[in-house]
Nanobody
Framework: QVQLVESGGGLVQAGGSLRLSCAASGSAFSIIRINDMGWYRQALGKERELVAVITSGGTTNYADSVKDRFTISRDNGKNIVYLQMNGLKPEDTGVYYC?????????????WGQGTQVTVSS
């Protein structure tokens, strides 16, 4: 199993920046098999949505709403994925969850973090 713990959320003024971190831990057998890692968010009254994802090879994809503002990256050696959020808007407010897929064959197993609150004031 893989456990994920997010950190870095908080309250920020519109136009500001935050950097979220997500650390993976657990069995070494699972850790070494982590493939994709990503960030999702869920605003009040809305469904959880994908924000950004990064593969083990470094390929990234972003939701259109955050392109050119957010950057996802990962440190494979430390088993950490980051989300640098710049130019934050009130619409970015929500609970941000770290996610990963791991395993050797598909469909892969999944793991979710507990979430970290991001609030952007106008």
């Amino acid at each position: 199993q893989v456990q994920l713990v997010e950190s870095g959320g908080g309250l920020v003024q519109a136009g500001g920046s935050l950097r979220l971190s997500c650390a993976a831990s657990g069995s070494a057998f699972s850790i070494i098999r982590i493939n994709d890692m990503g960030w999702y968010r869920q605003a009040l009254g809305k469904e959880r949505e994908l924000v950004a994802v990064i593969t083990s090879g470094g390929t990234t994809n972003y939701a259109d709403s955050v392109k050119d503002r957010f950057t996802i990256s990962r440190d494979n050696g430390k088993n950490i994925v980051y989300l640098q959020m710049n130019g934050l808007k009130p619409e970015d407010t929500g609970v941000y969850y770290c996610n990963c897929h791991y395993g050797l064959i598909r469909p892969l197993a999944t793991s979710w973090g507990q979430g970290t609150q991001v609030t952007v004031s106008s």
